[in-house]
């Protein structure tokens, strides 16, 4: 009935194809940046620092005028925006208590210093990080090599010049 060879190749095809799974699962999913441990999350940890922004060119790519479309969120704008930070840069302190934002890294890697977190956060190409209600912070880009990132998020003030 069953020789060794045909369970051999069985095992290997039940083995290839859970392999598969496991890539296909990983690719569909989301990937977040790093994030702060749950040991080290503690609402108000990290004082606002007073550093202004340097070396960074923040280019807004398009916008859509909210308040024009079914949802009616009169005064909001959805954007999104490609941040550019040179080596040893600095995106200043800012919060996101009145603007939610998805940040996807294109390249590099960059540390974040949030108030939220004991620690710091290494954000690294390929990944996102979800900047959401009561989350104030500030960003280094502490390496040798200039970061991009793509930043989308929904503006209330339109004189609010944070990053």
Known sequence: MFDQFSIGRRVGRGMVAAGALTVAA??????LAGECPMDQ???????????????VTDTVLAAIDLANEPIKANGRQMRVRKL????????????????????Y?????????????????LHKAGEVSRETF???????????????LLS??????PQDKHM
């Open 84 to 103: 550019v930070i040179e080596p040893n840069g600095v995106v200043p302190w800012h919060s996101h208590n009145d603007r939610p934002a998805l940040i």
């Open 41 to 55: 999350r503690k609402a108000n940890v990290r004082e606002a620092v007073n550093l202004p922004g340097v070396g």
């Open 134 to 148: 009561g989350t104030s912070h500030w960003w280094k880009n502490t390496g040798q090599k200039t970061v991009t």
């Open 105 to 121: 890294v294109v390249e590099g890697e960059i540390v974040e210093y949030a108030s939220n977190c004991t620690v710091p956060i």
């Open 26 to 31: 990983t690719l569909a999913s989301p990937v």
């Open 152 to 157: 989308f998020d929904i503006l209330h003030d």
